[in-house]
Nanobody, 122 residues
Framework: QLQACGGGLVRAGGSLRLSCAVS??????MGWFRQAPGKKREFVAA????????FDTDSVKGRFTLSRDNAKNTMYLQMNSLKPEDTAVYYC???????????????????WGQGTQVTVSS
């Protein structure tokens, strides 16, 4: 139901755009998480699908932008000014139907896409 893509290898300071295509149903809150080797999965950003409001973690503020395209049923994460510490597998996720509160804990998200690797070289 969630199909993520767009990862790749980029130099520090570069940009990538991740996409998460949604099929089969709609969700009120969707988000992106990332997991670096040896580290816990961490919250990156979330969006309220209906209103478009977003919430992101401090480490990506001003660099990452989350948006969605209702017509394409796709969520995007535009990542600019990438840093080596942004290197991780990025996952898109969705909360269950009717759950509209932004949450940063991965346990609050019931639906997950496969990961897409983002590697930022120094």
């Amino acid at each position: 139901q969630l199909q993520a893509c767009g990862g790749g290898l980029v130099r520090a300071g570069g940009s990538l755009r991740l996409s998460c295509a949604v099929s089969g149903r709609t969700f009120d809150v969707m988000g992106w998480f990332r997991q670096a080797p040896g580290k816990k999965r961490e919250f990156v950003a979330a969006i309220n699908w209906r209103g478009g409001s977003t919430f992101d973690t401090d480490s990506v503020k001003g660099r990452f932008t989350l948006s969605r395209d209702n017509a394409k049923n796709t969520m995007y994460l535009q990542m600019n000014s990438l840093k080596p510490e942004d290197t991780a597998v990025y996952y898109c996720a969705a909360r269950g139907r009717g759950l509209t509160v932004f949450r940063q804990d991965s346990n609050a998200y019931a639906y997950w896409g496969q990961g897409t690797q983002v590697t930022v070289s120094s």
